[in-house]
């Protein structure tokens, strides 16, 4: 059963426009949380994290928003750049751990953005 | 360098082969973590060094599958005797510490 899901495969947004993905995870041991972005033949680069104890962080462009008490995060791209056109990970780390690293990432699917013109 | 570096880029491979990937992490990354990504997936953790260390190798699916970090820096995933269900995307990532990984841009494997 996956603990990290992302249910939406794709979408599709003018350019400009907000970008809004959604993650949902089942495991309330879940302490960490980033978003990943991935381009085609490249491997994951990160992009922002939040911790369960905070329910907002935000860097430039995109802001993470977490709902513990729905086991529901979110990354928003404001505005949205074709740029910005990539498969986005959601993941989730179960504990710090590893000598301050976040340990193993649990990831989700994956949400395949296209930004147009 | 000054990403983390995976090497082949791609590798076919007939069943039963056995393979190597290697790693190349950041210089200095105390941590390394291996990745396999199956296709419309997202990467699922095989296992993690710190230094020369393995430390967790929970997600390695089958005792086909081995990994070293002899030294501390360099790693190998080595895959026996591969099968179909092997074929993925291996991707490796580094850490210092807090904050993300840098994932390596990974090694495509196929099984034919």
Known sequence: ?117 | GAGVSQSPRYKVAKRGQDVALRCDPISGHVSLFWYQQALGQGPEFLTYFQNEAQLDKSGLPSDRFFAERPEGSVSTLKIQRTQQEDSAVYLCASSSGAGGYTFGSGTRLTVV
């Open chain 1, 1 to 117: 059963d996956q603990q990290v899901k992302q249910n939406s495969p794709s979408l599709s947004v003018q350019e400009g426009r907000i970008s809004i993905l959604n993650c949902d995870y089942t495991n309330s041991m879940f302490d960490y949380f980033l978003w990943y972005k991935k381009y085609p033949a490249e491997g994951p680069t990160f992009l922002i994290s939040i911790s369960s104890i905070k329910d907002k962080n935000e860097d430039g462009r995109f802001t993470v928003f977490l709902n513990k008490s729905a086991k529901h995060l979110s990354l928003h791209i404001v505005p949205s750049q074709p740029g910005d056109s990539a498969v986005y990970f959601c993941a989730a780390s179960p504990r710090r751990g590893y000598g301050g690293s976040q340990g193993n990432l649990i990831f989700g699917k994956g949400t395949k953005l296209s930004v147009k013109p």
